[in-house]
T-cell receptor, first 114, second 113 residues
Framework: AQTVTQSQPEMSVQEAETVTLSCTYD???????LFWYKQPPSRQMILVIR??????QNATENRFSVNFQKAAKSFSLKISDSQLGDAAMYFC???????????FGQGTRLTINP | DSGVTQTPKHLITATGQRVTLRCSPR?????VYWYQQSLDQGLQFLIQ???????AKGNILERFSAQQFPDLHSELNLSSLELGDSALYFC????????????FGSGTRLTVV
């Protein structure tokens, strides 16, 4: 079964600085999708960014970017110019091509220090 | 508002009871997924329906069941509740599958006392 591992239970960063959250996954598939979701204190799950495994170019959404290393099965999230509103739990997720479910990691709690 | 509606938002019930959680997917989405999130844990996949049919099953307990109706709304039934069933239950929807991610509802917080 596919597994997703987030090795950092908690991270903190100063406001306006950059932070990187780590994620590794295990799969034997070649076509799949990776996601980062944000869960603020409101508990709502919000899609932050998506990466297609067949694309070598790293996805970027405004201040959020990923470093996708397919051979290493690594998918890290970089948040630039951190803002107080970025404080949340961040979940990495994996889904196979055409998969019926996403597999989520255990999450990383990000704190932003003013 | 994500477009996925879950009711109720909060539910407190006693052990041994049965509850029903309801989910209306985002307009146009045919797939509904149910996930369980225990305190400060990741999301555990329970079950998926596509256009009324069960498509995938995760580690869903036999005491739990679900269905998707012709109008595409879905219900998750939890019976013989135990203290350990206390969790946040999320419904999510997508057009067909998870290739583009899901849209999540705001969850139902279930507390079993």
């Amino acid at each position: 079964a596919q597994t997703v591992t987030q090795s950092q239970p908690e991270m903190s960063v100063q406001e306006a600085e950059t932070v990187t959250l780590s994620c590794t996954y295990d799969t034997s598939e070649s076509d799949y999708y990776l996601f980062w979701y944000k869960q603020p204190p409101s508990r709502q799950m919000i899609l932050v960014i998506r990466q297609e495994a067949y694309k070598q170019q790293n996805a970027t959404e405004n201040r959020f970017s990923v470093n996708f290393q397919k051979a290493a099965k690594s998918f890290s999230l970089k948040i630039s110019d951190s803002q107080l509103g970025d404080a949340a739990m961040y979940f990495c997720a994996y889904g196979e091509e055409g998969a019926q479910k996403l597999v989520f990691g255990q999450g990383t709690r990000l704190t932003i220090n003013p | 508002d994500s477009g996925v509606t879950q009711t109720p938002k909060h539910l407190i019930t006693a052990t041994g009871q049965r509850v029903t959680l309801r989910c209306s997917p985002r307009s146009g989405d045919l797939s509904v997924y149910w996930y369980q999130q225990s305190l400060d844990q990741g999301l555990q996949f329970l079950i998926q329906y596509y256009n009324g049919e069960e498509r995938a099953k995760g580690n869903i307990l036999e005491r739990f069941s679900a269905q998707q109706f012709p109008d595409l709304h879905s219900e998750l039934n939890l019976s013989s509740l135990e203290l350990g069933d206390s969790a946040l239950y999320f419904c999510a929807s997508s057009v067909v599958n998870g290739n583009y991610g899901y849209t999540f509802g705001s969850g139902t917080r279930l507390t079993v006392v």
